[in-house]
């Protein structure tokens, strides 16, 4: 009998029903298309990000990512070759070593970063491979001269003078303390003169290793890239397990761990914009609890009688409630109806922007939505919730009435 | 041991309300004490202002009197409030009021259900109660329409079908007549007369029409908040 009452109450001012059912509709969707936004835009730049060379994991000597040190070495390969392949969910991996050095060609020299990767899996795990800018990418094997290949970034070219084809030397030192160095030919320059790999040189790991008196199962680091992101915490939960019985003193850290400053950044514009949206709800809202108002007070009466026959306060507030909530529903079924077209394109193709906008540090020109029960449901929540708030005080004054006073107003 | 009919089923004591204080003090109702028994069809009458409806209310729990008390079947309900008071109401008091009666979305015979179902009366039961009251009260075959599309005669009517449904102890009418015209005021008066002398019911109703009042057995004068006759008619 609440659901007749309710429902035939809401039925009886149609105008206002169907401007109110609107109005939360329309809250509804904008907040479904903002997270759709958020989220979409977010999980790019993860994306991204993760892709381009961190990927969704990576493995240490315990404490290598605070203080990095060459002697700092993972030293079994081997082991964590078979681990890693095992462990489903893992998409790709590839070792990689870290060592400063000073790279010298010609009359020129700069301070690089020099990085020696597997030319096989690093293709499939990182997007180095895509950032060629000229030249071929590396192989295995040193040239017919006995030179191993090196990939140097634009900002090392430019300021060495050099370029495919021409010699580098690098001066470094080796793990045992003795001194590196080594004659390399440039096989192909990466990135851009400003992007992140601008000072780095890439070496085959065979080339890589013995240049830093490294064995063959030594490196320092392994980035994993899993096929689904939001599997990170439990594979690396996981893998902490498995390592831990198998070679102590090694560490799993998640992306977030890696990239704290990027991390940290986005969590607060996701929370910035999270504030914006709920100040537009409660815009939108405010119309809400003016409609709730205005149909209690002027149902004073009414109420008053109900109460008069013996219905409790708390009837006529649930009533009242339930009124708002089917309004709330009505609007979230509408709201939904419209927002899943809506963000079906906005997951497939998106917009352009004008002009790009920075996103924990990425600068982004195209923006797509996501499509997930998180960007329909969360929203459906968001305007439950103000639905019931904004009733709730209303509806505690229509409970309270009393009869004889509601009977007397006119 | 007295008969049960004897049994007075409102007891008012020194009853009194009060509103405002100091000069602007009103004493809508001064003392008051008044027995009414089961069975009885009385009526309040008096000039506007003379503290018929506040009586009512007080009699009916909608109000708290200043001082004095009300028992209703044996019960002090001046000093109940709440939930209690709430359910006291619905199970042992029918009202009627001048107008605004009905719940406007419920059709007549959704209205008449509404407090069995408050009360949780069977369905079948509900519905067999609610098609012979509706007889009754002359509205047979009207139990599907909504308020707004019944006669002013015919929603009091409604009002006392609803009153009447829950078999309360007593029925309270504020100038049911009040807003109707004098032929469908003498019959819903006859209406009302009619369950009183066939089944029982208890009713104490307010009014200052004269054709209204020569209906009553019992007619009790008040006059700025206090009784001043109180006589039986045969
Ligand atoms: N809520 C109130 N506040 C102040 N005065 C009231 C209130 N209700 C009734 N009165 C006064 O009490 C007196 C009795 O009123 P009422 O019982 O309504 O009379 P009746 O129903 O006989 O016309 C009147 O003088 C009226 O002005
Ligand atoms: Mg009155």
New interface residues.
């Given amino acids: 009998m609440l659901f007749k009452l309710a429902f035939r109450n809401i039925l009886r001012q149609r105008r206002r029903t169907i401007l109110t059912t609107i109005s939360m509709a329309g809250g509804y969707l904008l907040s479904a298309m903002s997270f759709s936004m958020i989220d979409g835009s977010y999980s790019n730049v993860i994306r991204i990000f993760t892709e381009d060379e961190t990927g969704h994991l990576q493995i240490h000597s315990k404490d290598y990512a605070d203080k990095p040190r060459i002697y700092k070495t993972i030293d079994t390969l081997n082991v964590l070759n078979e681990t890693l392949h095992a462990e489903n969910h893992i998409k790709s991996f590839t070792p990689r070593t870290f060592a400063p050095a000073l790279a010298y060609a010609e009359d020129n020299h700069a301070p690089v970063q020099v990085i020696g990767i597997d030319n096989e899996l690093e293709t499939d795990t990182s997007r180095l491979r895509e950032k060629l800018a000229s030249g071929q990418w590396l192989t295995a094997q040193p040239d017919s001269e006995g030179y191993f290949d090196a990939l140097i970034g634009q900002g090392a070219a430019t300021s060495l003078e050099i370029g495919v084809g021409d010699e580098i030397v690098l001066i470094s030192q080796g793990a045992d303390g003795s001194v590196a160095n080594d004659l390399f030919r440039v096989k192909g320059t990466v990135g851009t003169r400003r992007s992140q790999e601008r000072l780095n040189v890439y070496l085959p790991l065979q080339a890589a290793q013995p240049f830093l008196s490294l064995g063959p199962n030594q490196v320092h680091e392994i980035a994993i890239v899993l096929d689904d992101i939001s599997l990170t915490d439990n594979i690396a939960a996981a893998l902490t397990e498995t390592l831990g019985r198998l070679v102590p003193d090694l560490t799993v850290s998640t992306w977030p761990e890696i990239q704290k400053t990027f991390y940290q950044s986005m969590q607060a514009d996701k929370r910035s914009n999270a504030v914006t949206l709920g100040i537009i709800l409660f815009i939108v809202f405010v119309g809400v609890l003016n409609t709730v108002l205005m149909s209690v007070l002027e149902r004073t009466r009414e109420f008053g009688m109900m109460k008069a026959l013996g219905s409790r306060s708390s009837l006529v507030l649930t009533m009242i409630l339930l009124e708002t909530m089917l309004l709330a529903t009505a609007s979230i079924i509408l709201g939904i109806l419209i927002a899943i077209p809506v963000i079906l394109w906005l997951t497939h193709s998106g917009f352009s922007l004008p002009d790009p906008v920075d996103l924990g540090g990425v600068p982004f020109s195209h923006m797509k939505g996501e499509f997930s029960a998180r960007v329909m449901l969360l929203p459906a929540a968001i305007i439950y919730g103000y639905a019931l708030a904004v009733s709730f005080l209303p509806g505690l004054r229509a409970a309270r009435i009393l009869p004889v006073e509601a009977m007397q107003t006119h | 041991m007295n008969e049960p009919h004897r049994q007075p089923v409102i007891k008012t004591e020194h009853l009194c309300r009060h509103f405002g204080e100091g000069e602007t003090l009103v004493k809508a109702l001064d003392d008051v004490t008044l027995n009414i028994e089961r069975g009885e069809f009385s009526a309040l009458i008096g000039p506007s202002g003379s503290g018929k409806s506040t009586l009512l ?1 007080l009699i ?1 729990g ?2 708290n009197p200043t001082s004095g008390s009300v028992e209703l079947a044996g019960r002090r309900i001046d000093q109940m409030s ?2 209690e008071l ?6 042992h ?1 029918g ?1 009627i ?1 001048q107008s ?2 009905l ?4 059709t007549a015979a ?1 209205n008449i259900e ?2 069995m ?2 009360q949780g009366v069977p369905h079948a039961e509900r519905r067999r109660r609610v098609s012979d009251i509706l007889d009754r009260v002359g509205l047979a075959g009207l139990g599907e329409r909504l308020p707004p599309a019944l006669s002013g005669g015919q929603q009091q009517r409604v009002a006392v079908a ?1 009153a009447m449904v829950s078999e309360p102890d007593i029925i309270l009418a504020d100038e049911p007549t009040a807003n109707l015209d004098s032929k469908s005021g003498i019959s819903l008066l006859e209406v009302m007369r009619e369950l009183n002398r066939d089944q029982g019911m208890t009713f104490v109703f307010s009014t200052h029409d004269q054709k209204i009042m020569e209906r009553a057995r019992r007619l009790i004068h008040l006059e700025d908040g206090r009784i001043v006759k109180d006589e039986q008619r045969v």
Avoid at chain 2, 86 to 91: H, L, Q
């Fill in positions: 209310n009916g909608l109000d709440g939930n709430s359910d006291f109401r619905r199970d008091i009202f009021f605004y009666n719940i406007p979305v419920l959704e509404y407090i179902l408050l609803r």
